[in-house]
Structures are given as C-alpha cells and as structure tokens.
C-alpha cells in the first residue's frame, strides 16, 4: 500500500462500503485531525483509517451520520492502531460517544522498549529508517477548510500509512524483552479513557494563579470567563485567541483600573468592549462567591519525621532510577512518584498500596519483591 491508495469517504453509502471492508480485516490503523487551534467549540474535522491495501479518509463535516463507525471501534476481533492515543480517544467520545476497544499504541510500546523520543516521526526514523518531514505548518493546520490541499492530504495519509509496520516492528522488539504482556495491560487501560467535560460553573478557578485573587476579583474572574467563552463561541475562535488565562487573572485583580480604561473606549464603535464591560459590571455588582473549601486530611508530623521522609523519599527515587537504566525505560514507567510519597511514611503499608489502582499487574510481577526488601531497609532510617 502506497499514497496511490487514498480513498475519500465523503457520503453515507461510501461509508457502509468502507466498513464492511475493514471489518473483513484483523487490525486497522488509526488517527484524527481536529481544529482545537482555530475553532471554538474543537470538532473532529478528519478521520484517517488504513488496511493493508488502501488509505480511508473520512470526512465528519459531510457525513451527517457516522455511526457505522461505532462497529469498527467497538469490535474486539479488530485491533485498532494507534499513535499516541489518548487525545483521539477523548475526541471520539467527546464529539460521538464512540468506545474502542483493542488498542496498540505505538508511542506506549516504544517506550517499554527504551525509545526516548516518542513522537511519530522520531519512532520511523529510529526503526524504519524513514525520515519524513516535520511540518508544523501541517501540525498546526485548521482542518475545518475544504477542500483539503494535496499537501494536507499527504500528511494526513502517512500518519496512518506505516502504523502497521511499525506496530510489527514494536511487537518483535517487546517479545523478545518479555514486555509483551506489560504494554497489553496498559492498552487494556486505555479503554476506560473518557472525555471529561468541564463544569462550566467552575471551570474558572482551574486557570493558573487564581489564589492570588481575593473574593471579589474571584467572582470578577468568573463572569468574564463566561464572557470569554460565550465570546469565543459567537466568534468560531479558541478562548485563548480571544484572551489569555494569564490576562484574565490579570484584569480580575486590578479591576477597578480596568475599568477606568473601558471608560474611555466608546462602545458604539466597538461592540467587544461593551459586553466586555458588562460582564465586568456583573462581577462587581453581583453576590460574591466564595472560593470553595477544599478538604484536607491534615496528619501532623514532627520536624525530625518530615527530614527522614525526605530522605527515604530520595532513595526510593534512587532505587527507581537504577530500575529505570538496568531496564532502559523511564523512571515513570518503573513506578508511580506519588506511591513513592505514601511509601516514604513509615506508617504507610506496603501490602496495602499494592492494592492501589495506579500500580500495574506488571509491576507488582516485576518489582514488588524488591521494592518490598528495599522499603524494609529504609524504614529503619
């Protein structure tokens, strides 16, 4: 299969046709263009999909009704390949509620096998010894205009062209480490990966450097995120182009000079400025909110345990660094940093965060004993 292969999918019965098709086959490629840079809300604009013999590109913006394609994500007989595929699964199920199941993930079995840059190009490089060029004019590019340049096309098609072999390639290298069974367990996790949709009541207190500002600014900060949405939403525009978190927070807390600038801006020429000062006015006139309470479990601990804490916190690092260059993998991927921080708690039981969701069957397979005879040691610190 070569970029002579190329099939556009752009009505409903092409879309049936593709389907049957690639449900006759054991493994498809995978990947998605969205315009999250340039449009606001982001929407899936591209769907590319690749068989052994051609190279599906399937267009969202014409095709009313995809759900066909729920059959080809959902069927388990079908391994779905992927790079990096934690974004396209969020925006799957975000823009259709489309579940996936039997993932490989190409960036993920590169890592377990020590491939320390992990982007799509760097991986064919390194084991197919193909150099594409990296365009980020491409990478940056806003899908949602048709129709697509050949250029755009050509990207599009290679992001899913070599998957299949370069999946090949990952296995052969992973079976012969006996890592196999370590990435399954982690692919086998990618498929609880949901989109989560913000609170849109709350979602201004997630925005950097917001515990600077008092009550009042608070509540200023909120009516102008709504303004900046509802502002990015009439313009097709991502919030950030509208305005920065980082100048949000900052008109928030000096607000009153703020305001003193919009006074000498004549709404009748420029309509933003209007909205933008009412949305001010609200913040200022209406009922303060309270910064919400978060619940902390306060445990006292004396200075002499919060120095020896540090220093069993420190040698366990040390002890997942050793892990990290005797296997050739990242220290992350050896063992969770925050179960290291309950561990270095000399009340902290070993036997009972191995019950925690965030260590894998593997690693408790690999490490556990170890890590169990290394805690013992350092408990005695």
């Not at 509540?219 to 102008?224: E, K, P, R």
Request: charged fraction near 30%; proline fraction near 3%.
């Amino acid at each position: 299969m070569d970029l002579n292969n190329i099939i556009f999918v752009e009505n409903y019965s092409q879309l049936l046709d593709m389907k049957k098709l690639i449900q006759k086959n054991e493994f498809v490629s995978f990947d998605l263009e969205a315009n999250g840079l340039h449009r606001y809300p982001e929407k899936v604009c591209l769907l590319q999909f690749a068989t052994d013999k051609n190279i599906y590109l399937v267009d969202p913006l014409i095709i009313e009704d995809i759900s066909p394609l729920r059959e080809i994500f959902v069927d388990d007989s079908i391994q779905k390949i992927i790079h990096a595929s934690g974004y396209d699964i969020r925006c799957l199920d975000r823009d259709w509620g489309f579940r996936i199941k039997n993932i490989f993930d190409t960036s993920i079995a590169a890592s377990f096998i020590g491939s320390n840059k992990l982007g799509l190009n760097s991986l064919l490089n390194e084991h197919l010894s193909l150099n594409l060029p990296e365009n980020k004019i491409f990478q940056k590019a806003d899908w949602t205009n048709r129709p697509l340049s050949k250029d755009l096309i050509k990207y599009a098609s290679e992001d899913v062209l070599y998957l299949k072999t370069l999946r090949d390639i990952l296995i052969n290298k992973l079976d012969k480490l006996g890592r196999l069974e370590w990435v399954i367990e982690e692919f086998h996790l990618l498929e609880s990966i949901r989109y989560e949709f913000k609170n849109e009541e709350t979602a201004y207190l997630s925005i950097k450097g917001t515990g600077v500002l008092d009550s009042r600014s608070l509540t200023i900060l909120s009516c102008l995120y709504k303004f900046r949405d509802l502002e990015a939403r009439r313009r097709d525009k991502p919030p950030f182009k509208i305005i920065s978190d980082r100048k949000l927070v900052e008109m928030s807390n000096n607000w009153k000079d703020e305001i003193k600038k919009l006074d000498n801006i004549s709404f009748k020429k420029n309509a933003f400025y209007l909205r933008l000062f009412k949305a001010f006015e609200k913040g200022i006139n209406c009922e303060i909110k309270p910064r919400p309470k978060v619940e902390k479990k306060i445990i006292k601990i004396s200075h002499d345990d919060q120095i020896n804490m540090k220093e069993r916190l420190h040698h366990l690092k040390s002890w997942r660094n050793r892990m990290s260059k005797k296997l050739n993998i990242a220290p992350s991927l050896v063992w969770p940093l925050a179960s290291l921080n309950r561990l270095s708690k000399k009340s902290h039981k070993f036997e009972l965060e191995l019950f925690d969701i965030s260590i894998r069957d593997w690693q408790k397979k690999i490490f556990s004993k170890d890590l169990d005879q290394f805690l013992s040691s350092l408990l005695k610190i």
